[in-house]
């Protein structure tokens, strides 16, 4: 594949990754609760988008930075992880990576989460870097919505401490947001 | 040069006969139709819509003095069946949106029907009263009580005729059964039970015992992560009392024989047929979701509804279907965009015709087509207020797919997305059909000359 077409495709599956996740975030409020048929078919549509995302970011060539050594969590492989899908409950998540990294992280105080997808990103420090869960793919994708938190009039945002509470925050919400997808029927 | 005309031997025209609905463009979301289902003899016609009421028509008996016309369909009765609820311990709103009806056969004078929301099925009894009793001895017209003192004679009741009344009642309500939502209700041929299904599972129900069902399919995994399909339609053979069918949302269908295990999670039949390397995509999935499932009449095929097309199968061959029926190709190309506009979730019904020959399926613009299975032709119709004179014979319409757009055609990029045609409903006996837009209903006849 060449690299433009690449980019092409990269740039596609990143917009309907991008509207996938806006419409499971919709579904959430629509009358009558979520659609288990609805949310199923969305994630395998996310699915494969990144998937997709994914190869052609490898296929761009050597000029990318490549990516670190295999995390704890590796999503690409493991089929079970990228279904975990919403029951009929107040709170349910999808146990995509890209996605519970928006919605179970909402002060991503150790970096800039307006910021664009970097290769340096790839490249931090292991300590800044282990606070989140990450595979294969990079932190907080671009194409997700800001999650700083909203400023009073008057505050300033300050750059976290490194080494903060925080930092089983990343593990225990994503482990509970897998958890809380399994029913308690 | 001679130029030999073949007349087509099936040349039905279809012709307008009557609306039912608001005209205004402003579309209340409570009169969007969900649900259009003719009972067994075609006499009558319900609807539902996701205000969770109920509308039943009546056709008129054919008048003597214009033979050409059969009977209107007339508002008979309308009741509210569903309300919206509240689950509160999942903090969720059931919609009270009706999903589907089904008319039971008919065994006395009053006439059945099954409606459902997403997790309650009810049973409503529909009767007439066009008598009432008059000439009681100690109670006046209007019931009160006479004064024992003023009764000097004594007379029998009688029933004098009254203006007709149609009532509904229900009579039975079906609740508590389904964690997910609802989407089939069948009923079986044996007319004492019948099925419902929601996403996951299938429970056989008797219409007499509302406290407890048969869980009879349940496909839910034990790690919910591991979830791979879900059950979109379901329904019993014609027939045979023990057979019924499920589609998925991967495109299979399964045909289950009840006489084989309590649960029939293992399947007797398994219909699928191999994708298409070539037409592989981001919504490959998506469109090759089951959105609905029909027996034919006899029982001997059934059909499927998919995003793009309509598919024919044979129950004796599983490997593949013996008829394809393109519904909107042209289509295929615009996936992407369709699924940003949540249209790719539509789902389409289908519906046979009463000797099994036509099917029929809606589609965008207000457009239905038609299949005609053994002459092998497709017509594509409009349903709209433009054609809507009385008797008029509707035109043809065409989708032009190439570069050039011939007249009358019209292109891909002007359609409506918005004016779906999703339920759709055939006489069982007659050439009668009726379509709904969002919120109207169109019956439309044959011609009869």
Known sequence: MSATAAMEVNAEARRILAVSISKLYASRTQRGGLRLHRSLLLSLVMRSARDIYHSSRENEGPSCAQPTPEEPMDTGSNPGELTGLPEPQPEPQPALNSAELASEEPDSAEEDSDSEITEDKENLSPTRQSRKRRGKASAAPDFLPSKRARLEPGEERYAAPLGSCRAGAGESLTALSLNRVIPAF | ?449
């Not at chain 2, 307008?16 to 005209?23: L, N, P």
């Not at chain 2, 029998?156 to 059964?177: C, G, H, K, T, Y």
Request: aromatic residues 10%.
């Open chain 2, 1 to 449: 040069m001679a130029v030999v005309v073949v007349l087509k031997a099936n040349d039905v025209q279809w012709c307008f006969s009557q609306v039912k609905g608001a005209i205004d463009d402003d579309v209340a979301e409570a009169d969007i139709i969900s649900t259009v289902e003719f009972n067994h003899s075609g006499e009558l016609l319900a609807t539902g819509d996701k205000g969770g009421r109920v509308v039943i028509f009546q056709q008129e008996p054919e008048c003597k003095s214009q033979p050409q016309c059969r009977g209107e369909y007339n508002v008979y009765s309308t009741f509210q069946s569903h309300e919206p609820e509240f689950d509160y311990l999942k903090s969720l709103e059931i919609e009270e949106k009706i999903n589907k009806i089904r008319w039971l056969p008919q065994q006395n004078a009053a006439q059945f029907l099954l409606s459902t929301n997403d997790k309650t099925i009810k049973l409503w009894k529909i009767s007439e009263r066009d008598k009432r009793p008059e000439g009681y001895n100690l109670k006046e017209e209007d019931g009160r009580y006479r004064d024992f003192n003023t009764v000097t004679t004594l007379r029998v009741p009688v029933f004098r005729p009254m203006d007709l009344m149609v009532e509904a009642s229900p009579r039975r309500v079906f609740a508590n059964a389904h964690t997910y939502h609802i989407n089939s209700i069948s009923v079986n041929s044996d007319c004492e039970t019948y099925l419902s299904a929601d996403d996951l599972r299938i429970n056989l129900w008797n219409l007499e015992i509302t406290d407890r069902s048969f869980n009879i399919v349940d496909i839910k995994p034990a790690n919910m992560e591991e979830l791979t399909e879900v059950i979109t339609a379901a329904e019993f053979h014609p027939n045979q009392c023990n057979t019924f069918v499920y589609s998925s949302s991967k495109g299979t269908i399964r045909l289950c024989d009840m006489r084989a295990s309590a649960l029939c999670d293992k399947h007797s039949k398994l219909f699928e047929e191999p994708e298409d390397p070539n037409n592989r995509s981001f919504f490959s999935e998506i469109i090759s979701s089951i959105s609905d499932v029909k027996f034919s009449h006899s029982g001997r095929y059934m059909m499927t509804r998919d995003y793009l097309s309509v598919k024919i199968w044979d129950l004796n061959m599983e490997s593949r279907p013996v008829e394809t029926y393109q519904v909107h190709e042209y289509l295929r190309s615009k996936l992407c965009s369709l699924y940003e506009n949540d249209c790719i979730f539509d789902k389409f019904e289908c519906c046979w015709n009463g000797n099994d020959s036509v099917v029929m399926t809606g589609s965008y613009n207000n457009f239905f087509r038609m299949f005609d299975r053994g002459y092998r032709q497709d017509v594509t119709l409009e349903a709209s207020r433009e054609n809507s004179k009385p008797r008029s014979v509707l035109k043809p319409r065409k989708v032009s797919t190439g570069g050039k757009r011939k007249k009358d055609e019209i292109s891909v990029d002007s359609l409506d997305f918005n004016k779906k045609i999703l339920h759709t409903a055939w006489h069982p006996m007659d050439n009668i059909i009726a379509v709904a837009t969002t919120n109207n209903l169109y019956i439309f006849q044959e011609k009869l000359n």
